[in-house]
């Protein structure tokens, strides 16, 4: 991790895949991605488990689900001091959460 990355981590009730389509749906970004990020190209990447947030190419911030087994996954959320604080952070992934959530009930 680079001097100037924070990361939130978060264990979430819900397949990675889940969690990453949540997180990639532009539809949900209001509710759970912090506001600079928005600005920025979201690149889904079912293979890695990641999505990504660009600006020309470079990454601005990831998420990674990672499985856990029994419908669990680990989920990281990096970005740079200058897009976001640790709070906001863990704001986000308890708002990705909530949205993960309400998906696995609505379907």
Do not use: F
């Not at 264990?11 to 209001?30: E, F, G, K, R, S």
């Not at 759970?32 to 079912?46: E, G, K, Q, S």
């Not at 990504?52 to 856990?68: D, K, Q, Y």
């Not at 952070?89 to 993960?100: D, I, K, P, R, W």
């Amino acid at each position: 991790m680079a001097a100037d990355e924070i990361q939130g981590m978060q264990t979430m009730q819900a397949d990675a895949d889940i969690v990453l389509n949540t997180a990639a749906d532009p539809t949900q970004a209001a509710a759970w991605l912090p506001h600079p990020l928005r600005a920025y190209d979201c690149v889904l990447n079912a293979e890695s488990h990641t999505v990504t947030w660009r600006e020309n190419g470079e990454v601005r911030g990831l998420l990674t689900a990672s499985p856990r087994g029994a419908g669990t996954s680990a989920v990281e959320l990096v970005t740079r001091q200058n897009v976001a604080d640790v709070n906001s952070l863990h704001t986000a992934l308890s708002a990705l959460e909530t949205a993960v959530a309400e998906k696995l009930t609505a379907g």
